[in-house]
């Protein structure tokens, strides 16, 4: 609700102050640019981080709060050790306690990708990238 109170705020601003409407078009679709640049900026570090991790099994231990997060993620135990998922978790009704699944460890970070947070990354990863080739495109097709 706060965003669409601000943009309208800037375009009140914007008629107020005489800028053109056809500025006012570019500057949102630049904002939206970027924003379409900075989801596939931020899938393809995730895919990277994907890349770089390896296949184990684990246990799934419930759905947890931790670390000052904001939401709520799946908790998996591999050799008795407990790792979070990257991404929040899905309704806790499609998770089945004590059941092994196939996760992706990263070490490093000490975090894992579930199948849900792998599909999410790869979908993400992909639309992104065709969104960005649109834009291209339609650049490419004004000029």
Request: with cysteine.
């Amino acid at each position: 609700m706060e965003f669409i109170l601000g943009i309208v705020i800037i375009v009140v601003l914007c008629i107020i102050l005489g800028v053109r409407a056809d500025f006012m078009i570019i500057g949102a679709l630049g904002i939206l640019g970027l924003i379409v640049l900075a989801t596939a900026l931020f899938f393809i570090i995730f895919m990277g981080i994907l890349l770089f991790s390896k296949k184990k099994e684990a246990v799934f231990g419930g759905v947890e709060k931790k670390d000052d997060r904001k939401f709520k993620t799946a908790v998996y135990i591999i050799e008795g050790k407990e790792y979070q998922c990257f991404f929040p978790a899905e309704p806790e009704f499609v998770y089945k306690k004590d059941k092994t699944y196939r996760v992706m460890l990263n070490r490093r970070l000490g975090r894992v990708f579930d199948g849900f947070a792998i599909t999410t990354c790869i979908c993400g990863f992909l639309f992104s990238i065709a969104a960005i080739t649109g834009a291209v495109m339609l650049v490419l097709w004004i000029i």
